[in-house]
């Protein structure tokens, strides 16, 4: 199955400014995931991106609040915007293996303070 | 809709006992489910994948089953130990959708 490196792992970021997130995936995939975990939540997906077009957002999810890039088939980046104390979350990309399942990368904790 | 639904939310157990967590979905047209673990603030690691077409999965002390047509899983894991302390999560995906609709979780405590 594939191995995705996340980073960061956490940050406390201030009121106001925006964190990227980036995701490494050691194969190339077709389309990659991004889930939210608000605290004590189970996970909620944001969008999906496919390499060579624009992500496709769930609802309560806009591109304003979410941009994401797909570069290429091994690379993805989301960027959470004008952050607020609401967006502290964990924030996870995801692949699918199809036959392994999803592989998740290790998650980005965020804290808006 | 796909819900899904995992009972108790949470259990406690001393070591050496089996523990048993439940998942429920509501449509029954699933491509396949998956059981994850998380451990506090990480991401999600990868139990077992049980495919539509199969009635159960085993790795090592787990073992997951599969009843489509009652919408139910249940994750066994024998002889817990406090390294099986963590959430565990249920996820499904439905025929013709790549989205996963996750339960809950589980967060299981297991006492030395």
């Known amino acids: 199955s594939a191995v995705i490196s996340q980073k960061p792992s956490r940050d406390i970021c201030q009121r106001g400014t925006s964190l990227t997130i980036q995701c490494q995936v050691d194969s190339q995939v077709t389309m990659m995931f991004w889930y939210r975990q608000q605290p004590g939540q189970s996970l909620t997906l944001i969008a999906t991106?496919?390499?060579?077009?624009?992500?496709?957002?769930e609802s309560g999810f806009v591109i304003d609040k979410f941009p994401i890039s797909r570069p290429n088939l091994t690379f993805s980046t989301l960027t959470v915007s004008n952050m607020s104390p609401e967006d502290s979350s964990i924030y996870l990309c995801s692949v699918d293996g199809t036959n392994y399942g999803y592989t998740f990368g290790s998650g980005t904790r965020l804290t808006v303070v | 809709k796909q819900e899904v639904t995992q009972i108790p939310a949470a259990l406690s157990v001393p070591e050496g006992e089996n523990l048993v967590l439940n998942c429920s979905f509501t449509?029954?047209?699933?491509?396949?489910l998956q059981w994850f673990r998380q451990d506090p603030g990480k991401g999600l690691t990868s139990l077992l994948l049980?495919?539509?077409?199969?009635r159960e999965q085993t790795s090592g002390r787990l073992n997951a089953s599969l009843d489509k047509s009652s919408g139910r899983s249940t994750l066994y894991i024998a002889a817990s130990q406090p390294g099986d302390s963590a959430t565990y999560l249920c996820?499904?995906?439905?025929?013709?959708?790549?989205?996963?609709?996750f339960g809950a979780g589980t967060t299981v405590t297991v006492r030395a």
């Open positions: 449509d029954s047209a699933i491509y396949n």
């Open positions: 996820a499904v995906s439905l025929s013709g959708d790549y989205k996963l609709s």
């Open positions: 991106a496919n390499q060579g077009s624009e992500a496709t957002y």
């Open positions: 049980i495919q539509s077409s199969q």
